[in-house]
């Protein structure tokens, strides 16, 4: 999905007020073209185009699933998973720990490689 331009980027651009600025978003937002993205960013919202909105540690533990992984394997690192959910390291991080106290990965920490401790069942994934 396309990133709009900050508020800040939009206040400076325009000289317009960062409420005006809030405005047209929230107008963007209740017309389903705009939603809030991680890092106080918003993105186009593509008609037709999946959006999987479920929490990011679920959506982090479908790639064990995803890519195939077995228990045992090493899991991709945060800074990896950040990129290909387009979202920063800490919250990559937290949502790792909330995996790790559900048991379905293990080790971790500065360093250290994670891996897979059991795989997701149904319950878990839905």
């Known amino acids: 999905m396309a990133e709009l331009p900050s508020l800040?980027?939009?206040?400076?651009d325009h000289g317009v007020s960062r409420g005006v600025v809030i405005r047209a978003y929230s107008l963007l937002r209740q017309e389903g073209?705009?939603?809030p993205a991680p890092g106080g960013r918003w993105r186009v919202v593509r008609p037709g185009a999946p959006t999987d909105r479920r929490p990011l540690h679920e959506r982090i533990?479908?790639?064990i699933t995803t890519d195939g992984l077995q228990v045992g394997a090493a899991f991709p690192s945060a800074s990896a998973l950040s990129e290909r959910f387009g979202v920063s390291r800490p919250t990559v991080a937290k949502a790792l720990e909330k995996l790790e106290a559900a048991g379905v990965l293990a080790g971790g920490g500065q360093?250290?490689?994670r891996k897979v401790?059991?795989?997701p069942t149904r319950e878990?994934?839905?």
């Open 61 to 63: 533990g479908d790639v």
């Open 117 to 119: 401790r059991a795989l």
């Open 111 to 113: 360093g250290k490689v």
């Open 8 to 12: 800040a980027e939009i206040m400076r």
């Open 33 to 35: 073209l705009a939603e």
């Open 124 to 126: 878990e994934r839905s």
